[in-house]
């Protein structure tokens, strides 16, 4: 089980990721809304502005100060090592 680090150590099973999108259209800010009701939101963000909104196959909603791009080039293997924050 290969996992991807999503930012501030977060990490998410690679497997299990159905997609990842800009959170910045009204359809996802409803569809975060709405997992957040339903408590399925999982905000791994710190506090920090939301850049990309992580799609799982268990119906949860992941949240990310990392850009769309960092983490679909995380999921793609290439080793991108660029990272917001540390836990040290």
Request: charged fraction near 20%; avoid cysteine; charge should be negative.
């Amino acid at each position: 089980m290969k996992l991807i680090n999503i930012g501030f150590g977060n990490l998410v099973a690679a497997g299990r990721v159905i997609a990842v999108i800009s959170p910045d259209s009204a359809p996802i800010k409803r569809a975060v809304q709405d997992t957040r009701e339903r408590g399925l939101l999982i905000d791994a963000s710190f506090g920090r502005s939301t850049k990309s909104v992580i799609v799982m196959d268990s119906g949860n909603l992941i949240l990310s100060a990392l850009s769309t791009d960092i983490i679909s080039s995380r999921l793609a293997g290439s080793g991108v090592q660029e990272d917001i924050g540390t836990d040290e």
